[in-house]
């Protein structure tokens, strides 16, 4: 199985702060990498794929970059609704892999 | 519109077997390249992918729950059936179907509201 590595696992940043979280692959992927966010309660939703490509209705302030094992979300800056879990995953090859979440919080 | 809506027991006791069921609208599991997928969470922990199921009756499965998983597919009824035997109380989670997109990345573009299974005696 590939093995997908967030960092961090959490962190608090300010409304307009510039965020970036990091996925990384434990063998290449190509351009094989997706992000979601998720709320509490609620299913998760597509926020990029193909490692930087943006789903259509997401805010242009979301970003990702990356291909082979290192790739990165940004949001270049953070609004309210932006507080939520992000995950990363893999869809590489099955067993299609998510990393463990980060969290943003508030600060 | 794509709709995706997951049903099944919430509660199950141990050694039971699970079945949920996928009921989808706004695409058809007949077109080439499509699929719908399982994945579950465990409250307050990470997503973890189940199993996946192609057009083509192509089925996909995790390997550490492959032995006890069935994913089928009714075209017709635009449903997607997961099976899990032998419940355990650490299968408690919810349980998410999924729409695999044709954007060539097999991005899991819609997804069902997720519905909560209590694995309890």
């Known amino acids: 199985d590939i093995q997908m590595t967030q960092s961090p696992s959490s962190l608090s940043a300010s409304v307009g702060d510039r965020v970036t979280i990091t996925c990384r692959a434990s063998q290449s992927i190509g351009s094989y990498l997706n992000w979601y966010q998720q709320k509490p309660g609620k299913a998760p939703n597509l926020l990029i794929y193909?490692?930087?490509t943006l789903q259509g209705g997401v805010p242009s302030r979301f970003g990702g970059s990356g291909s082979g094992t290192d790739f990165t979300l940004t949001i270049s800056s953070l609004q309210p609704e932006d507080f939520a879990t992000y995950y990363c995953q893999q869809s590489f090859s099955t067993p299609w892999t998510f990393g463990q979440g980060t969290k943003v919080e508030i600060k | 519109q794509i709709t995706l809506k997951e049903s099944g027991p919430t509660l199950v006791k141990p050694t039971q077997t699970l079945t949920l069921t996928c009921t989808f609208s706004g695409f058809s599991l007949s077109t080439s390249g499509v699929g719908v997928g399982w994945i579950r969470q465990p409250p307050g922990k990470a997503l973890e992918w189940l199993a996946l199921?192609?057009?083509?009756?192509?089925?996909r499965y995790s390997p550490s729950l492959k032995s006890r998983l069935t994913i089928t597919k009714d075209t017709s009824k635009n449903q997607v059936v997961l099976t899990m035997t032998n419940m355990d109380p650490v299968d408690t989670a919810t349980y998410y179907c999924a729409h695999r997109r044709r954007d060539g990345y097999n991005s899991l573009g819609d997804w069902g509201q997720g519905t909560l299974v209590t694995v309890s005696s």
């Open positions: 199921i192609y057009w083509n009756d192509d089925k």
């Open positions: 193909a490692a930087s």
